[in-house]
């Protein structure tokens, strides 16, 4: 059987403080694998060596990952400042260019953390550096310490939109999960909803309005323990199921 392709979009990361490496966290990859029932591909991320065009015809769907660095405020029309971090405009130059073409396309994508905040951004959308600055936000920020296990803790509950897309879709107007991020939605892109908030008010789960194909972002990490997770693998299940409709009506049943 040919599986559906989806494609990882990965991170850079130097070895030995030198060595240049294209990569993603595995637990992308089992995801994709274990409950897509899909080839996972990691993808430089970097337009110059993988154009968006070739990736669209290359991947059935797509996955944008997390990542320490942050979206240049540039693509969001503020200016950089000490808060913001560190950035990867590289990626941003792929990711926002793509997500923008698989909205106008209709074909499946999943954002995750980096990666959503990425899909409000390339939607019109704008980002706050640092939200645990805000009043009455909490500190979202994977904990600095600590196990694997530790740092990926369910932290705080997402409460959906009754009824809505995520409600629907993983059978649940509540659930929890973990958090590793900094950032956050400051405000939405025109046609970005938000669909799902934190206890505190904190963006965490977005789908673009009239979207022709699946596309979900949620500010979280689901990829961790996905199989074993409630939250998850419906999540990826519903994804998975987009992917194969994807590649069934460009090539017949895969
Ligand atoms: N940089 C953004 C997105 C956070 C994110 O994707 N975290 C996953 C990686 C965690 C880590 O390696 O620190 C933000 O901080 O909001």
Request: charged letters at 25%; one cysteine or more; hydrophobic letters at 35%.
């Amino acid at each position: 059987m040919v599986r559906p392709v989806i494609g990882i979009i990965g991170n850079p990361h130097l070895i030995n403080s030198e060595y240049l490496v294209h990569g993603a966290g595995e637990m992308n990859s089992r995801a994709v694998r274990e409950i897509c029932n899909a080839l996972p591909v990691i993808v430089p991320p970097d337009a110059l060596l993988a154009p968006i065009e070739e990736l669209m015809e290359a991947c059935d769907g797509f996955v944008f990952t997390g990542g320490r660095p942050n979206v240049h405020p540039k693509e969001y029309g503020e200016d950089l400042t000490e808060d913001h971090g560190d950035m990867d405009e590289k990626r941003d130059g792929l990711a926002l260019p793509l997500i923008r073409a698989l909205v106008t396309r209709g074909q499946p994508y999943l954002a995750i953390c980096r990666g959503f905040q990425e899909m409000n951004v390339a939607m019109g959308g704008s980002l706050h550096p640092e939200i645990r600055d805000l009043p009455g936000r909490d500190n979202h920020r994977m904990p600095p310490d600590g196990t694997l296990e530790e740092k990926f803790a369910l932290r705080h509950d997402v409460c959906f939109t009754p009824g809505g897309v995520f409600a629907r879709m993983l059978g649940a107007e509540v659930v929890r999960t973990n958090t590793l991020h900094g950032q956050g939605i400051k405000e939405p892109g025109p046609r970005v909803v938000i669909d799902g908030h934190a206890p505190d008010g904190t963006p965490e789960a977005i789908y673009i309005k009239d979207s022709k194909g699946f596309g979900v972002g949620v500010q979280w990490h689901p990829e961790y323990s996905a199989a074993q997770d409630p939250v998850s693998r419906p999540l990826f299940s519903a994804f998975g199921a987009a992917v194969y409709e994807w590649r069934a009506a460009r090539s017949g049943p895969a």
